[in-house]
């Protein structure tokens, strides 16, 4: 057998994908988005209360937005998961008597994308123009109302494609919860390939693994990009020139060139 058709047989064996395939649609799809969609909404909350810290007027919570942030940006997602899944399992286990590691997978990517959600808010939130703070308390608003309604939705909009990037981040991170052990029916899409791979001794199952993560990924890249070319067109708009001249030479004050009313 020459090196091409090593390769074929190794990495493109259809009869072994086709073996995977409703395993994958049917156990690790699922676990993939909801560890993924959970892991997101959580770490978006987690992530606004780290941002509205580190742009607090008070050092102490600046500083512990600071801290936290460098700690779970600088680790490997690896190593934060198995400190997690296997550190507190033990605990967990005492207060509550489940040995279910899936909880702690969810937590543990929460934390991580808390972490990388909260700089991408608080970019956010600091690009807004501070004309936006003083004409909403020139109204009478509170500092809290116009964080509340005025200046966090604004920031939000601008950052919409660097949190739908960060998703699909999840998406491929949400591979690694597999280091935890987790149940036959908890797997994820890499660990339903892997074990796949395992049993048939040939890699072809972590490649149809690989292509369901493309099909997941890809699509959202395009939105991503939608939405990046959606939000410039928009601003570009509302940066036009709103005073231009109309075919019949009339100035925006409807007066002609030549003086004439």
Do not use: C
Request: positive net charge; glycine residues 10%.
């Amino acid at each position: 057998m020459d090196a091409w058709s090593q390769l074929i047989e190794t990495f493109f064996n259809w009869q072994a994908m086709a073996q995977v395939i409703p395993d994958l649609l049917t156990v690790g799809l699922p676990n993939t988005l909801i560890l993924a969609l959970t892991s997101g909404v959580i770490g978006s909350l987690l992530g606004m209360v780290l941002a509205v810290m580190g742009i607090s007027r008070h050092a102490v919570p600046r500083w512990i937005a600071r801290i936290y942030t460098d700690i779970f940006r600088g680790l490997p997602a690896a190593v934060i998961i198995l400190l997690i899944g296997i550190g507190l399992g033990p605990i967990v286990r005492q207060l509550t008597g489940s040995t279910n590691p899936y909880p702690l997978g969810i937590f543990a990517l929460s934390l991580m994308a808390a972490a990388y959600i909260g700089e991408i808010f608080r970019s956010g939130i600091q690009s807004v123009d501070k004309g936006q703070m003083e004409a909403a308390r020139a109204l009478g608003f509170s500092y809290g109302s116009t964080m509340r309604l005025v200046i966090i939705p604004q920031g939000i909009r601008r950052v919409l494609p660097a949190l739908v990037n960060q998703f699909i981040a999840l998406i491929k991170d949400s591979s690694l919860i597999f280091f935890l052990g987790l149940l036959a029916s908890q797997r994820e899409i890499f660990r339903v390939g892997n074990d796949a791979a395992a049993n048939s001794g040939n890699l072809s199952p972590l490649v149809a693994a690989g292509i369901l993560y493309l099909i997941l990924t890809i699509p959202l890249t395009h939105l991503v990009n939608l939405i990046d070319r959606r939000l410039r067109e928009g601003r570009r708009e509302a940066a036009a020139p709103t005073g231009t001249a109309d075919p019949a030479g009339t100035s925006p004050s409807g007066v002609t060139p030549g003086g004439q009313p």
